[in-house]
């Protein structure tokens, strides 16, 4: 199979309906987003990189940086982590505080706005002032790319935008499932929305959870072969809002979607992958980007099923 040839024929085929959609606008960094850009890129774990579009545009993470924080509270906790996470679709809104209120404070999953609450205080807990440095860290040393940053403005713009994820976090402390000030754990989560990166960053930073754990780039055993599965589990049961069920169904691979329009898929044992282009479909998920992976899946027969 030609990857690179494969990818062109996917960018040409999602190019009608590139403009489709609309752009998240709830800051004005994600409002001024070219809703025409479109890129993909694949690395794969022997090393080789494939890309198509507009590889070079950075664009923040968001939500695929839930991702990195499970696997570092994953890392720190083993298991116990799921003492304060639940591991199930949560069925509802990413960012619902009623399903919180239910469940008396514990998320319903990591990938949710409250679960990414969760895992980065078990971070803070753990490296204290080192934290916002560090989880910075942990990215670049995963894509092998040092000069990937935080954009200041949109973490500033995220915060002052962010009043339901604190009422989250001050909603998950009032059940003492927090072990820090919600304040301070709200401002590390919108710091990680705001770590700007390509589509080849992203594609290469996930190739630990394509390589049962062990990260090719850096040959760091980042997680064990086991907790590798487990968040490709719930990265394809609960990586993209209330229809991941849907995106399962589509695409068949593991993977986060998020609101600056990227997408990233891994198929286990062969490649990490990441799609990018900013305009959403009413579920809030890339409308191109969810299709180009569909059409790869399609064309390559890659599925974990
Ligand atoms: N910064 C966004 C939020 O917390 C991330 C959401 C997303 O990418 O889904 O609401």
Same mark, same amino acid.
């Given at each position: 199979?030609? &990857? ?23 800051? =004005? #960094? ?8 479109? #890129?993909? @890129? ?7 990189? %494939? ?7 950075? %664009? ?7 991702? *990195? @924080?499970? /696997?570092?509270?994953?890392k ?7 003492r304060?996470?639940?591991?199930e ?12 209120? +239910?469940?008396?404070g514990? =998320?319903?999953? =990591? ?13 803070? /807990? ?12 942990? !990215? ?14 949109i973490?500033? &713009? ?12 001050? +909603?998950?402390?009032? *059940? ?7 304040? /301070?754990?709200?401002?590390?989560? %919108? ?11 992203? @594609?290469?930073?996930l ?20 907790? @590798? ?16 069920g849907? !995106?399962? *169904?589509?695409v ?9 329009? #990227? ?14 282009? =900013?305009? +959403? ?16 899946? /399609? ?5 974990? *099923?």
């Amino acid at each position: 199979m030609n &990857l690179q040839t494969t990818l062109n024929e996917v960018a040409s085929e999602v190019r009608s309906l590139l403009g489709k959609g609309s752009v998240a606008n709830y800051i =004005p #960094a994600l409002a001024i987003a070219d809703p025409t850009k479109f #890129a993909m @890129a694949i690395a794969t774990v022997q090393g080789d990189v %494939f890309c198509v579009g507009d590889c070079d545009e950075l %664009f923040s993470i968001q939500s695929i940086s839930k991702v *990195f @924080a499970l /696997t570092q509270a994953f890392k720190i906790l083993d298991s116990d982590l799921w003492r304060r996470v639940d591991r199930e679709n949560a069925g509802s809104e990413f960012n619902s505080l009623l399903a919180l209120e +239910l469940s008396a404070g514990i =998320p319903r999953n =990591p990938l949710s706005n409250a679960g990414a609450i969760v895992t980065t205080d078990v971070i803070l /807990t753990e490296r204290g002032k080192e934290t916002k440095a560090s989880l910075l860290e942990f !990215f670049r040393v995963r894509s092998g790319n040092m000069s990937i940053d935080f954009n200041e403005e949109i973490a500033q &713009l995220e915060s002052e935008h962010g009043r339901r994820t604190k009422a989250l976090a001050y +909603l998950i402390a009032s *059940f003492k499932n927090l072990e820090n000030h919600p304040q /301070t754990v709200s401002m590390l989560y %919108f710091y990680q929305c705001a770590m700007e990166a390509s589509c080849v960053d992203l @594609a290469r930073s996930l190739l630990f959870l394509a390589n049962k754990g062990v990260c090719p780039i850096s040959q760091e055993h980042v997680i064990s072969a086991s907790q @590798a599965k487990r968040i490709n589990s719930i990265l394809l049961t609960c990586g993209h809002y209330d229809v991941s069920g849907d !995106f399962a *169904f589509r695409v068949g691979l593991p993977g986060k979607s998020c609101v600056s329009g #990227a997408i990233a898929a891994l198929v286990p044992g062969k490649m990490a992958i990441a799609a990018w282009s =900013p305009a +959403l479909n009413k579920d809030g998920v890339s409308l191109v980007a969810s299709a180009a992976l569909e059409i790869f899946a /399609t064309k390559t027969g890659l599925s974990v *099923f």
